[in-house]
């Protein structure tokens, strides 16, 4: 089966500072990818998705990159604030659309 | 307010009581799913529902049961829960299986048997 994992299980960065997070996924025939945000105590909230016909895809202070060629993902928070502090985690979507989620990386931004 | 809402948030129980959590959701979604996150494991998939009346396991459904009468409410059972289905447990949601669309989660309920 799929295989989603995260390079890093923790990332610290300073306030103000841009983060990268980043994500492998085993599946070259995947069809869509979401990234999640879990803050402590509550549920994971969706931050961004890209199909995979997009190598790019831009929100509000992050940006999705998604390189097909070695299967990997990231996502870059710009600015980082206090409130991203967050286990971030990646899902992958295959063509029978069944999710696979990574485990997750602790992110800690520091006043 | 768009959402999935779950209770308990926190239960503990003994082995071999009878539990059930509770999932509603208000975006008349078709798909519901049930996850369980355990550290360095991610979200494993229990069960999941396509739409009334269909359910189907996910990838570790042992030990669970699920139901859905109504499209808008999906319980979770534990017939008689043992001390490894302690974990936090998510309800999700999505408009269908055929749309690119992702979850929305519930707010979690974190479960220790004893």
């Known amino acids: 089966g799929e295989s989603v994992g995260l390079h890093l299980p923790t990332l610290s960065v300073q306030e103000g500072d841009n983060s990268i997070i980043n994500c492998a996924y085993s599946n070259s025939a995947s069809d869509y990818f979401i990234w999640y945000k879990q803050e402590s105590g509550k549920g994971p909230q969706f931050i961004i998705d890209?199909?995979?016909?997009?190598d790019k895809r831009q929100g509000q202070r992050v940006t999705v990159l998604l390189n097909k060629t070695v299967k990997h993902l990231s996502l870059q928070i710009a600015a980082t604030q206090p409130g991203d502090s967050a286990v971030y985690f990646c899902?992958?979507?295959?063509?029978?659309?069944?999710?696979?989620f990574g485990t997750g990386t602790s992110l800690t931004v520091i006043p | 307010e768009a959402q999935v809402t779950q209770n308990p948030r926190y239960l503990i129980t003994v082995t071999g009581k009878k539990l059930t959590v509770t999932c509603s959701q208000n975006m008349n979604h078709e798909y519901m799913s049930w996850y369980r996150q355990d550290p360095g494991l991610g979200l494993r998939q229990i069960y999941y529902?396509?739409?009334?009346?269909?359910?189907d396991k996910g990838d570790v459904p042992e030990g669970y049961k699920v139901s859905r009468k109504e499209k808008r409410n999906f319980p979770l059972i534990l017939e008689s829960p043992s001390p490894n289905q302690t974990s936090l447990y998510f309800c999700?949601?999505?408009?269908?299986?055929?749309?690119?669309?992702?979850?929305?989660f519930g707010s979690g309920t974190r479960l220790t048997v004893v």
């Open positions: 999700a949601s999505r408009p269908g299986i055929s749309l690119p669309y992702g979850y929305t």
């Open positions: 899902a992958e979507i295959n063509t029978g659309n069944q999710f696979y």
């Open positions: 890209i199909r995979s016909n997009m």
């Open positions: 529902s396509m739409n009334v009346e269909v359910t």
